[in-house]
């Protein structure tokens, strides 16, 4: 089966620095995306990782471990438009090539003053 | 990337009723897909669109609730069969995907309420 875990809420200061973890347990794992998602809006693609490593796009890095199944987001200098749900999503080889997307539950980041 | 127009963006309807949402792209895309997202929840991929053929459901999702068009490369649509206070969620289209390594783009979604 396709298992991805994250946790459900964080919460971090205006400026600072905070990781969002994501695990999983897929059968033919292919790579990992980071989504975006504001209240009431449409994810918005963030990251994209398919070898070992850290990927850095300015504020945001994203990490992956494949041998550990493990990847998280990093988002440094924190604004308070960040506040909004970070979704992990997978992609398997299947009987298709084709990027279906399978999502972990995301994890609501809500930054403070 | 490309423009996604989804419509309705929001509707409220009778149960046992149906509802097809539409989803228009600017450009022509191989792969579409419709995803529903419940109430505080991710989202759950339905169904891929396929040009030409009929779609290709994920498991707990079946054609005869949830039927799929998809007549050319920048148009598909979604019908809620027979909706049930349950079928309360949003309702996205996304493009995207042609490979393992291509991002997909969202639609702004349709939020649906059964009463």
């Known amino acids: 089966g396709q298992n991805i875990d994250q946790p459900t809420e964080m919460t971090a200061t205006e400026g600072a620095i905070v990781q969002i973890n994501c695990t999983y347990q897929?059968?033919?794992?292919?790579?990992l995306f980071w989504y975006q998602q504001h209240a009431g809006e449409a994810p918005t693609f963030l990251s994209y990782?398919?070898?070992?490593g850290l990927e850095e796009k300015g504020r945001f890095s994203s990490f992956l471990s494949r041998s550990k199944g493990y990847s998280y987001l990093l988002l440094k200098e924190l604004q308070m438009k960040d506040s909004a749900s970070y979704l992990c999503?997978?992609?398997?080889?299947?009987?298709?090539?084709?990027?279906?997307?399978?999502f972990g539950q995301g994890t609501t980041l809500q930054v403070k003053p | 990337s490309a423009v996604i127009s989804q419509k309705p963006s929001r509707d409220i309807c009778q149960r046992g009723t149906s509802l097809t949402i539409q989803c228009q792209v600017d450009?022509?895309?191989?792969?579409m897909f419709w995803y529903r997202q419940q109430p505080g929840q991710s989202l759950t991929l339905i169904a891929t669109?396929?040009?030409?053929?009929?779609?290709?459901?994920e498991s707990g999702f079946v054609i005869d609730k949830f039927p799929i068009s998809r007549p050319n490369l920048t148009f598909s649509t979604l019908t809620v069969s027979n909706m049930s206070p349950e079928d309360s969620s949003i309702y996205l289209c996304s493009v995207g995907g042609d490979s393992h390594n291509q991002p997909q783009h969202f639609g702004d979604g349709t939020r649906l309420s059964i009463l």
């Open positions: 669109a396929n040009q030409g053929s009929e779609a290709t459901y």
């Open positions: 999503a997978v992609t398997t080889y299947g009987s298709s090539n084709t990027g279906k997307l399978i």
């Open positions: 990782n398919v070898l070992d």
């Open positions: 897929t059968s033919g794992f292919n790579g």
């Open positions: 450009s022509q895309v191989t792969m």
